[in-house]
C-alpha cells in the first residue's frame, strides 16, 4: 500500500505517461501536478521515485539534459494497474462504511423490537 506522498507522485507520473508505455518527464512536469499544499523538496521526489521504482511500478532512469535532471519511466504491470487498483481501495472504503452503517441501523431496529416486547 502506497503512501499518500507516493499516491500523489504515482498519479502524477501516471498522468505524464498518458497511457504509453515510457516518458520522459523532469522535475518541474511532476511538481505541477502535484498539489500546492503537498511541499516536495527535489530530494524527497528522488527518494519517492526510487521507491516507486524499488516497489516494482515503473523503471527508472536519470539523465541530464542542459542542467536538469530528467527522468525516463517505463511503466510496469503495477504502474498500469495504479488506477485500477486506486479505484478499488475507494469502492472497497464505501463498501465497508455502508456495511457499517447497515449494521448500526439493524442494531438500533433490532433494540426497539426488544423494548416493544419486554417493555419498560
Known sequence: MLSRRESLVMNAVYELCDGTDSCLISRSDITSL???KV??????LDDTLFALHVDGYFDLITSERKGERMYVITLKESG???RR???QRRRDVWFKIALAFVGALATFI???ILRSIFGQ
Open 34 to 36: 502535484l498539489p500546492k
Open 39 to 44: 511541499a516536495f523538496t527535489e530530494e524527497g
Open 80 to 82: 498500469y494497474a495504479f
Open 85 to 87: 487498483s486506486q479505484k
Open 110 to 112: 433490532f433494540g426497539l
